[in-house]
């Protein structure tokens, strides 16, 4: 069974407090796991909330009436959220996915107040005993993306939408520089920030910024399809975020992140149905299948398409790292000499940008 409410509607229903036992789920073991999910945008965003929601539709499929799920979409990041995940948790949920960066302190205040509740928050790096955070090596696909770039920019000039200077959104950035660099020393990246994760007409009055001062090739760290659709009607290049976006863009876009979180879904709703479920932080990538590709433009040339495939596959065997050294950032000074490369924990703390990145870092 599924529930999908929207946020104004959660927050005026009845549901009512302090109703439920406080025993743990498993103790009701008769009763199907009620399962929620909290999404930042609207659900038909063909982005982020699109991908999470994609997911929670393979969970059901895969669970049947083992589970009930409901989702809420369109949730700002802020007080909104700890009111929406609060109502989730006081409502019988058992089992809480916060899907954004932004819902990981209320997730875990909400998780102080309900003990018995398991909660998982996406792209967030907090946990408790009830809390977990799960995230993605997007990172991994703008190496390939760079690759792509290298050889299909004639400019030699990349536009790049970016939402929030976090260390994700960083490493992205960095992660192309560095693989189109390798190929092509020549090439900018140009950022221009929309301070925003969803927003149609600040993607595209970026995207079209970026046009206009030359690039010939937008990336974003964003989740509408906006960009792409820019780029179609421009008549330049794009890759996608989140999702498949090439029928916005089927000339412009050239690959993009498939965000594949059905796998992971189901793997921990198993858990916690079982009883094995454990706090934990997991970081998946095209390993773990959870980052995928879109298909390539079907116009780029096999032997761009063969250098891409091989960066992909290099990742996946661990003979490519893409912070391999060496590493310069744009201040001329040595991160990481060669032979080595950032570990996990530096990449996710990632604040500076490398040699070959324009634009303000805010702090």
């Given at each position: 069974?599924?529930?999908?409410?929207?946020?104004?509607?959660?927050?005026?229903?009845?549901?009512?407090?302090?109703?439920?036992?406080?025993?743990?789920?498993?103790?009701?073991?008769?009763?199907?796991?009620?399962?929620?999910?909290?999404?930042?945008?609207?659900?038909?965003?063909?982005?982020?909330?699109?991908?999470?929601?994609?997911?929670?539709?393979?969970?059901?499929?895969?669970?049947?009436?083992?589970?009930?799920?409901?989702?809420?979409?369109?949730?700002?990041?802020?007080?909104?959220?700890?009111?929406?995940?609060?109502?989730?948790?006081?409502?019988?949920?058992?089992?809480?996915?916060?899907?954004?960066?932004?819902?990981?302190?209320?997730?875990?205040?909400?998780?102080?107040?309900?003990?018995?509740?398991?909660?998982?928050?996406?792209?967030?790096?907090?946990?408790?005993?009830?809390?977990?955070?799960?995230?993605?090596?997007?990172?991994?696909?703008?190496?390939?993306?760079?690759?792509?770039?290298?050889?299909?920019?004639?400019?030699?000039?990349?536009g790049v939408i970016a939402?929030?200077?976090?260390?994700?959104?960083?490493?992205?950035?960095?992660?192309?520089?560095?693989?189109?660099?390798?190929?092509?020393?020549?090439?900018?990246?140009?950022?221009?920030?929309?301070?925003?994760?969803?927003?149609?007409?600040?993607?595209?009055?970026?995207?079209?910024?970026?046009?206009?001062?030359?690039?010939?090739?937008?990336t974003q760290i964003t989740?509408?399809?906006?960009?792409?659709?820019?780029?179609?009607?421009?008549?330049?290049?794009?890759?996608?975020?989140?999702?498949?976006?090439?029928?916005?863009?089927?000339?412009?876009?050239?690959?993009?992140?498939?965000?594949?979180?059905?796998?992971?879904?189901?793997?921990?709703?198993?858990?916690?149905?079982?009883?094995?479920?454990?706090?934990?932080?997991?970081?998946?990538?095209?390993?773990?299948?959870?980052?995928?590709?879109?298909?390539?433009?079907?116009?780029?040339?096999?032997?761009?398409?063969?250098?891409?495939?091989?960066?992909?596959?290099?990742?996946?065997?661990?003979?490519?790292?893409?912070?391999?050294?060496?590493?310069?950032?744009?201040?001329?000074?040595?991160?990481?000499?060669?032979?080595?490369?950032?570990?996990?924990?530096?990449?996710?703390?990632?604040?500076?940008f490398v040699d070959g990145?324009?634009?303000?870092?805010?702090?």
């Amino acid at each position: 069974m599924t529930l999908p409410i929207n946020r104004r509607t959660l927050l005026k229903s009845g549901l009512a407090a302090g109703t439920l036992v406080a025993a743990p789920w498993v103790a009701r073991a008769a009763e199907p796991l009620k399962v929620g999910f909290v999404y930042p945008s609207p659900v038909n965003d063909f982005g982020w909330s699109y991908r999470h929601e994609i997911g929670r539709q393979q969970l059901v499929e895969a669970l049947g009436d083992r589970i009930e799920t409901t989702y809420v979409d369109n949730v700002p990041e802020g007080p909104d959220s700890e009111r929406v995940i609060m109502r989730l948790a006081r409502s019988g949920h058992k089992l809480i996915f916060t899907c954004s960066f932004g819902y990981m302190d209320p997730t875990i205040s909400v998780a102080e107040r309900f003990p018995d509740v398991l909660f998982e928050n996406n792209t967030g790096y907090k946990t408790a005993d009830n809390v977990s955070a799960y995230n993605a090596r997007f990172h991994e696909a703008r190496t390939v993306f760079g690759v792509i770039a290298a050889h299909q920019s004639k400019s030699g000039i990349i536009g790049v939408i970016a939402s929030f200077p976090i260390p994700e959104v960083v490493m992205s950035i960095n992660a192309l520089a560095l693989s189109a660099r390798k190929i092509r020393p020549d090439i900018e990246l140009r950022v221009i920030w929309v301070n925003k994760w969803y927003d149609p007409g600040l993607e595209a009055d970026a995207a079209k910024t970026h046009i206009a001062q030359g690039a010939d090739i937008l990336t974003q760290i964003t989740n509408s399809t906006a960009p792409t659709q820019v780029a179609e009607e421009s008549g330049v290049f794009s890759f996608g975020q989140d999702n498949d976006m090439s029928a916005f863009g089927p000339n412009a876009h050239l690959t993009g992140v498939v965000n594949n979180w059905g796998p992971y879904y189901i793997r921990r709703v198993r858990d916690a149905l079982e009883g094995s479920w454990q706090s934990r932080s997991s970081w998946d990538g095209f390993a773990e299948d959870v980052v995928q590709l879109a298909p390539y433009n079907e116009n780029l040339a096999p032997e761009v398409v063969q250098a891409a495939e091989a960066t992909r596959t290099a990742i996946i065997s661990g003979d490519l790292h893409p912070f391999a050294g060496p590493i310069v950032n744009r201040d001329g000074g040595e991160v990481i000499p060669a032979g080595t490369a950032l570990e996990d924990k530096a990449i996710h703390s990632m604040n500076w940008f490398v040699d070959g990145v324009e634009g303000d870092l805010p702090s």
